[in-house]
């Protein structure tokens, strides 16, 4: 299995995994890009995942149907480019010989799912589109802090191994307001140093890892002392509660 990421627009990935003969795509934005790439590789497309129902992961989705006749699958309750097989917590979905699991994960849309698998070539992998981004974490439009920091511990207790595939180049910049709240982070200093010198050679810093996640990205790490103290003092956190640390780091990340 090969997983490559296609950069469209000014910063989204769409996710490709294939076997040299079949390919899965996740949240294509576009058509042009994936078409490009089948034809000069001569593999076919199986199968569509869709993470939630914003254009930029979904608008290519009925020209990818139409020129291929790929399933594709997506949210329970999203407004979808039709027709799909919705999918909720619990459901699994076979593709190309692998079993994602289906993680509910709502906070930036209402209904957004994320796609698990445990074992591809030994790997752990996940597809959680804008839920969990390297350093960062989504923005709210049709969620609460505490849905959204329900879904990012969901994606926290997954194994450490696991490759987190986001959908959006924001790493960076993440990492930039990462720093600004902690400081004297040795691993968000080291790793910040890695992302500039990949994307100073125009690589993409994705995918990530949870084990990763858990050391650098302040979204995860709202239970941590470091972190609760930045949101207190320049963020305006009433408490330490978890759920009030991580609305006033999101607060203060939009603003940043
Ligand atoms: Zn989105
Ligand atoms: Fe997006």
Redesign the pocket.
Known sequence: MELIPLPVFSDNYIWLLHNHERALVVDPGEPTAVLAWLEEHGVVLDTILI????P??TGGVDALRNATGAKVFGPLNEKMPEPLKRLGAGHTVEVLGLTFHVLEVPG??AG?IAYYCEDIDGEPLVFC??TLFSGGC??L?EGTPAQMLKSLEQLSRLPDATRVCC??EYTLSNLRFALAVEPDNMDLTQHTAHCKSLREQNLVTLPSSIGLEKRINPFLRTAQDTVARAARAHAGAASNDPVAVFAALREWKNRF
């Open positions: 993470t939630h129902h914003h930029d992961h930036h849309t957004h589109g804008d989504g923005r439009f959908t959006h």
